[in-house]
Nanobody
Framework: QVQLVESGGGLVQAGGSLRLSCVASGRTLSNYRMGWFRQAPGKEREFVARISTSGGITYYANSVKGRFTISRDNAKSTVYLQMNNLKPEDTAVYFC????????????????WGQGTQVTVSS
């Protein structure tokens, strides 16, 4: 299995930016499709963004489209989530996830997960 470790979370004011990183180890990252999910207190985990193995195809939840950008550097075994124009409703624990097979927006499709990083956006 691939091990995933997220970093880059923190406290930011509304309108600010953060860049999350997800470093993979144990397996070759380029074999995996990667996703970012988030979970706010009392809510279910929700899809944020997904990127293909090469990085050429990306998908976003409507709630973050135009504000967040997912990218990857397979040479560094790292996936990124650039978050701009953050809103208080973006407050959540953010998780990166990896899958070898077909996966899209459903968390159950992803086989490997990181521990998450907290993002808090103040108004």
């Amino acid at each position: 299995q691939v091990q995933l470790v997220e970093s880059g979370g923190g406290l930011v004011q509304a309108g600010g930016s953060l860049r999350l990183s997800c470093v993979a180890s144990g397996r070759t990252l380029s074999n995996y499709r990667m996703g970012w999910f988030r979970q706010a207190p009392g809510k279910e985990r929700e899809f944020v963004a997904r990127i293909s193995t090469s990085g050429g195809i990306t998908y976003y939840a409507n709630s973050v489209k135009g504000r967040f950008t997912i990218s990857r550097d397979n040479a560094k075994s790292t996936v990124y989530l650039q978050m701009n124009n953050l809103k208080p409703e973006d407050t959540a624990v953010y998780f990166c996830a990896a899958c070898l097979r077909t996966c899209f927006q459903a968390s159950a499709e992803y086989e490997n997960w990181g521990q998450g990083t907290q993002v808090t956006v103040s108004s």
